[in-house]
């Protein structure tokens, strides 16, 4: 009985903690010696020079590909940086370190508890091809962010879907962040999709059953009920507000009764 009272408190804290340390721990992985190595490398010798000429000449000069978004991201990191590595891979770092932010958010309205969240983030921050995409200046790590993000959204909204509130347009924005990316961002955005119009097609089914009564004996029963009574002569209501039906055929049967009698 004296635990019960710091049951809230202790639950507090650990909502606090437990995110702020992985966030501590996926910075650290992703920021130490993020200037190595002190050279373009990989497809940095591309998105890099990308990056720095849509910051000097607003465009792509040399090979244009794929949406300006991530480019943009790297051009902000050189822009307050400088054009070296810690310059072209700092926005990348970051973006790699929300993601395990946001892996531990929509975990926990998943699960609904904090240590498996705890467990999926932590698991996105010491993966070996989340931490290399982290830690060099290329776009899938913002479209990684982008598409966690509106799975994020779109677990709220469904949890909530009585007031979904702007979970679900926000969960649009964040698609259409990772399509402004990358095109491979429409994949998660079509299953996003069906995901969403399924629940809502499964809602509106239930509660239709819920309005007619237990799906599908209610409703069998009520259309069945209608297809006996097609007239209120054969029909009496009752007190309770349901209806009492008398087959013709017993009806026939006690007015040739009446009659002889």
């Known amino acids: 009985m004296p635990a019960a009272p710091e049951a809230g408190p202790t639950r507090n804290r650990l909502g606090l903690l437990v995110p702020v340390a992985l966030l501590v721990v996926a910075a650290s992985l992703r920021f130490a ?4 190595p002190p050279r373009l490398y990989f497809d940095e010798l591309y998105y890099a020079n990308d990056a720095r000429s849509m910051l000097e000449t607003g465009v792509e000069e040399d090979r244009p590909s794929h949406p300006p978004l991530g480019k943009w991201l790297i051009a902000a990191g050189i822009a307050v940086v400088g054009f070296e590595p810690l310059g072209w891979r700092v926005a990348s770092a970051t973006a790699g370190t929300l993601t395990v932010l946001v892996t531990y958010l929509a975990a926990l309205r998943l699960f609904r508890r904090w240590w498996p969240a705890a467990l999926a983030s932590l698991l996105v921050a ?6 290399t995409m982290s830690r060099i200046a290329m776009l899938d790590v913002f479209v990684g962010l982008f598409v966690v993000t509106g799975f994020w959204l779109v677990v709220m909204a469904l949890d909530d879907r009585r007031a979904p509130g702007v979970a679900l347009p926000l969960a649009g924005i964040a698609f259409g962040l990772g399509l402004a990316t990358k095109w491979s961002a429409a994949l998660a955005l079509v299953t996003a999709l069906a995901v969403v119009l399924t629940w809502q097609l499964w809602e509106a089914r ?7 009564g237990k799906w599908p004996v209610g409703w ?6 209608w297809w006996r009574c097609p007239s209120p002569s054969t029909c009496s209501a009752t007190s309770a507000g349901s209806t009492t039906i008398t087959p013709p055929t017993l009806a026939v049967t006690g007015a040739r009764e009446g009659t002889a009698r």
Request: proline content about 0%; some cysteine.
């Open 220 to 225: 069998v029963g009520r259309h069945c009920a």
């Open 206 to 212: 239930r509660d239709r059953a819920q309005e007619v």
């Open 126 to 131: 010491l993966d070996g091809l989340a931490l």
């Open 33 to 36: 010696s993020l200037g190595a």
